[in-house]
């Protein structure tokens, strides 16, 4: 995607690697963000409207007309933005609705070829959510009867249940975490550092990851591969002592 006029309404285009052709219409006034089908067959993106809020989710066939795009999604609450990405497992995609306090997800199956949405939760004031899927269940990052948030598990047939995986912890800020074969990295913010947790999800036991001596660091993972079924994670950190 590129946006060429610097108004950050993008236009995104798909190209043919091996011949260096661009296979479809161009779809115009996007966020820029893309996520694609794992048959290759269809991408997914975020419409902007006039005030520049992603709100209509749209699929496109590779090889067809934009005016072609079937709408999947429209948030009709204009204080409300929506994306679409796709789980760690890459079995179900995750379209995310939210404002500054607030968030709703609608989740299907990525072999779903009737795009049938579900609702995850239903949105409640000043309650926060977000989901990944790994195996046999769901993870949630919520605020839910947590100011400084947790995390939570429950079976992917019964996504009513939630329980504690990671408890909220009087003055302990629980942030977002990564999933990859057998293990969670997550991070949080504890007297005012950033720590950073392994934890082995067959045993539950958990290790911070001390990357360095150094007390107040800044640090971020990554994947760098788009496979998760791998033991190996790539981690970078800056601090006042050694700047990124």
């Known amino acids: 995607s590129l946006d060429l006029k610097g108004s950050e309404y993008f236009t995104i285009y798909v190209r043919k690697i091996s011949d260096n052709k661009i296979i479809s219409d161009e779809i115009h006034e996007t966020s820029g963000s893309v996520t694609w089908s794992l048959d290759d067959k269809y991408i997914f993106y975020s419409k902007l409207d006039e005030h520049h809020r992603p709100r209509k989710i749209y699929r496109h066939q590779i090889g067809t007309k934009t005016k072609d ?11 409300f933005t929506c994306g679409i990405s796709i789980s760690s497992d890459e079995k179900y995609f995750f379209i995310s609705t939210s404002d500054h306090t607030t968030s709703e997800i609608y989740f299907f199956d990525v072999n779903d070829l009737n795009l ?4 995850f939760r239903k949105r409640q004031k000043e309650i926060r959510y977000s989901v990944d899927s790994w195996k046999e269940n769901f993870f949630i990052h919520t605020n839910l009867d947590a100011e400084d948030f947790k995390i939570c598990i429950c079976k992917q047939e019964n996504i009513k249940k939630w329980q504690d995986y ?16 057998e293990w969670m990295i997550r991070s949080e913010l504890r007297d005012a550092l950033i720590k950073l947790y392994v934890r082995n999800l067959k045993t539950g036991k958990e290790e911070e990851l001390v990357i360095t001596d150094e007390k107040v660091i800044t640090p971020g993972t990554s994947l760098m591969q788009k496979n998760r079924n791998t033991n190996k994670l790539y981690i970078g950190y800056n601090s006042p002592k050694t700047p990124g």
Do not use: S
């Open 116 to 119: 049938k949405l579900k609702l």
């Open 69 to 79: 795009d079937q709408l999947i999604y429209e948030e009709k609450d204009q204080g």
């Open 166 to 181: 990671i408890p909220a912890t009087k003055g302990v800020l629980i942030g977002g975490f990564d999933l990859l074969n």
